[in-house]
């Protein structure tokens, strides 16, 4: 959907190379990311334009950088990791996504799925991803404001993958019941005060929920609702 070479306007873009990008896909391949149209949508998508400008020249390390708010954007390799997980299923059309951040997670899966609904509570880091997202020109991207009684989206759901951007002490029941029939859900799961958290993928047949841990990983809290 971008080609961040056809956009010389882009603050920071002297710094973010197409060989700085080129660095980080090779970096993403050594870590094992296979899936070739998620090592392209990371590579169309200009990471620094999601940063503070004071951490442009780190933009395409692999690397978590913070936003502010206590929050951070994701290493490149779990976002590339979250995202081929993802599509392992094949290509959703309906995905939500809880915690837009920066709004990067939200850009890379722009770029694969047709819809894109994202929900964020800290109202100053939503209102610069809609901004982020209108001058990159993401039309399938429906950002929300979170309510603070509502984690999720229910209104909307049911969804065919949520993918979850912070850390869940446990399953968030609530989104559970947003998953579609077959739908899936990919959580860090665990501690969020120390090194027990674990990705998880959750897979809904009926009411019956299947879940799988995967790889050790380290998110900020999920700051849940209360419905």
Do not use: W
């Amino acid at each position: 959907m971008i080609d961040p070479d056809k956009h010389p306007h882009v603050r920071g873009f002297g710094m973010a190379s197409a060989r700085s990008r080129a660095r980080l896909i090779a970096r993403l391949e050594q870590l094992g990311i296979r899936d070739e149209r998620v090592l392209a949508a990371m590579n169309r998508v200009p990471r620094h334009m999601f940063v503070d400008e004071a951490m442009t020249s780190r933009a395409y390390d692999d690397t978590a950088l913070p936003i502010g708010y206590g929050q951070t954007i994701s290493q490149p390799y779990i976002v590339a990791q979250m995202t081929s997980l993802l599509l392992a299923d094949g290509v959703p059309d309906h995905v939500l996504e809880i915690g837009t951040g920066s709004g990067y997670q939200a850009a890379v899966l722009a770029e694969l799925v047709d819809t894109v609904y994202t929900v964020e509570r800290i109202k100053p880091l939503y209102d610069q991803a809609r901004r982020r997202f209108a001058e990159l020109g993401y039309r399938n991207i429906r950002a929300r404001e979170a309510r603070e009684d509502v984690l999720g989206l229910p209104s909307y759901g049911p969804f065919d993958v949520i993918l979850v951007t912070a850390g869940a002490e446990a399953l968030p029941t609530s989104l559970c019941a947003q998953m579609a029939e077959q739908g899936r859900m990919i959580v860090p799961v665990g501690d969020t005060s120390g090194a027990g958290q674990r990705l998880v993928v959750v897979r809904r047949q009926g009411q019956s929920f299947q879940r799988e841990d995967l790889d050790p990983v380290s998110f900020v809290p999920l700051i849940e609702g209360h419905d």
